[in-house]
């Protein structure tokens, strides 16, 4: 059973970048058509996909946050990464990383999901 864990600061100063790391167990990030995903929530709102890495290492970024995001990943250590830039308190929220066979993810009945990280952006 794959099991997903997201890790990284828990605050982050306004302007900087945020960086998370999802490491990946009971699974390869490179098993095919699976996508690898990056969805957050802020307090009170919805979930908001972010961006996904595909099996073949293609990435797919939301519109709203494309500027500002990239997820790359090591397949040596089965981890993959999101860094967001230029963060406001804006982008604090829980954050999550997940794995589906669809592209974008909107529920957490969709895929495996880790269990989130508390990011919060204040200087």
């Known amino acids: 059973q794959v099991q997903l864990q997201e890790s990284g600061p828990g605050l982050v100063k306004p302007s900087q970048t945020l960086s998370l790391t999802c490491t990946v167990s009971?699974?390869?990030?490179?098993?095919?058509?699976?996508?690898w995903s990056w969805i957050r929530q802020p307090p009170g709102k919805g979930l908001e996909w972010m961006g996904a890495?595909?099996?073949?290492?293609?990435?797919y970024y939301s519109p709203s946050l494309k500027s500002r995001t990239s997820i790359s990943r090591d397949t040596s250590k089965n981890q993959f990464t999101l860094q967001l830039s230029s963060v406001t308190p804006e982008d604090t929220a829980v954050y999550y990383c997940?794995?589906?066979?669809?592209?974008?993810?909107?529920?957490?009945?969709?895929?495996?999901w880790g269990q989130g990280t508390q990011v919060t952006v204040s200087s």
């Open positions: 997940a794995r589906s066979r669809a592209m974008r993810v909107s529920t957490r009945a969709e895929g495996d």
């Open positions: 890495i595909a099996y073949t290492g293609s990435t």
């Open positions: 009971g699974g390869s990030i490179t098993t095919n058509y699976y996508y």
